[in-house]
């Protein structure tokens, strides 16, 4: 009965409403990161010792608040699950701005432009693709870790910078398998249940997707303020 009353006003809503409710949610998100970047980096222009010490702080608040968004999502309620995603998006900007920082307004602009052109693409890619890609989401998620680890061995041992560019290049492809992945997938939780939550965490994944592929661009066409 509880379940019924946390999602009664969204039963029966069709795939197009569901679809709508993912990029209006995905839209919002990125809006408050942006709010969130700009926020950041007003504190890092004016007391950058309180600002590394809220970047420390907004990182951690980031995994735990992504560890949450996934876990019992049939059981919350709507209200909450928007909540966490709202608190996530601000805070991903906040700590965006420490990368974002590094390099130039007319870089970040176009890289930012650049992301959204592959991202639309991707995303129109996965939603009418007929291959079923769930296939390879293992091997996406494997591919992250391989690169994660090999990125912290390059940095702790190795320093070469050939073998950073290439991970670079090599998290860009996967990011873009994964965000045509997700975007799939959005299909499969509307399947799952016509829930808003369920909306939401589309939203919460294509946003991490969205950012982690716009870092990816910045690192590799960027300008860099101190070049």
């Not at 670079?168 to 990011?175: G, H, I, K, N, S």
Request: aromatic residues 12%.
């Amino acid at each position: 009965m509880n379940n019924y009353n946390n999602y009664a006003e969204i039963n029966h809503v069709s795939r197009a409403d569901f679809l709508t409710r993912v990029f209006t949610y995905l839209g919002i998100g990125l809006g408050l990161s942006a709010l969130g970047a700009l926020v950041g980096g007003f504190l890092l222009s004016r007391m950058a010792g309180v600002y590394s010490a809220l970047v420390i702080i907004a990182l951690i608040s980031e995994f735990v608040l992504a560890f949450m968004m996934g876990r019992n999502l049939q059981q919350r309620s709507t209200s909450a699950v928007r909540t966490m995603f709202i608190i996530y998006s601000i805070i991903n900007g906040f700590s965006l701005s420490v990368i974002i920082g590094a390099y130039t307004d007319a870089s970040v602009l176009l890289a930012f432009v650049t992301t959204a052109v592959v991202f639309a693409s991707l995303a129109i890619i996965g939603k009418t693709t007929k291959i079923d890609l769930s296939r390879f989401g293992s091997l996406f998620l494997i591919g992250l870790i391989v690169c994660i680890v090999l990125s912290l061995l390059n940095l702790l041992i190795f320093r070469a910078s050939g073998m950073e560019i290439f991970l670079c290049y090599v998290e860009t492809l996967l990011f873009m398998g994964i965000i045509a992945y997700d975007t799939q997938m959005i299909e499969r939780y509307y399947a799952n249940s016509e829930s808003e939550n369920y909306a939401i965490y589309a939203a919460f994944q294509l946003e991490l997707d969205f950012v982690n592929l716009l870092i990816r661009v910045l690192q590799i066409f960027g300008k860099r303020r101190d070049d």
